[in-house]
């Protein structure tokens, strides 16, 4: 019981308001950090790919039989950098055109080898897109999939 005797009960409430404060700060931080994550990949899936022809307005054209080209677009407020498309086949990765700097709101078109062109109703499922955002982390995706993490 004499243990008892040397604590002064009058800051037990400091200590509690203390361990609170203390507790509210970590949830605070956790909660900031996953809103950080979120926008940023909210911001990467605005960076989209698709095929396309830029010759021709109407896609049911009837010349136009092959998709000639990718339209890469960045939807997002911030500049997308370093952008390379390539072609995968198996363990090759070819890349076809390379981008230094896609602007916020802006759209390039991709010329594609003969060999790589789709044909209409084709997926761009061997398309790869590779870019970096403005904090430096670098985003991989194919087609319509989620932007991965690279590194």
Known sequence: MSCWRGIAWGTFPDY???IGTAGA????????????KARRTALAERIV???????????????NRRFRALRVENRSALPA???????????????I???EVIGPDAGEWVQLPVDL????????????????????????????STPAKVG
């Not at 790919?49 to 010349?63: E, L, T």
């Open 16 to 18: 509690i308001a203390a």
């Open 25 to 36: 700060l970590g949830v605070g931080a956790a909660a900031l950090r996953g809103e950080l």
């Open 49 to 63: 790919f698709w095929p396309g022809d830029p010759r021709v307005d109407d896609p049911k054209a009837p010349y």
């Open 81 to 95: 950098y370093d952008v390379r498309v390539s072609f995968r086949s198996g363990r090759t990765d070819t890349t």
């Open 97 to 99: 055109q390379t981008f």
């Open 117 to 144: 062109q789709l044909v209409p109703g084709g997926t761009p499922a061997s398309y790869w897109l590779r870019y970096r955002d403005g904090t430096g982390q670098t985003w991989e995706r194919s087609g319509m």
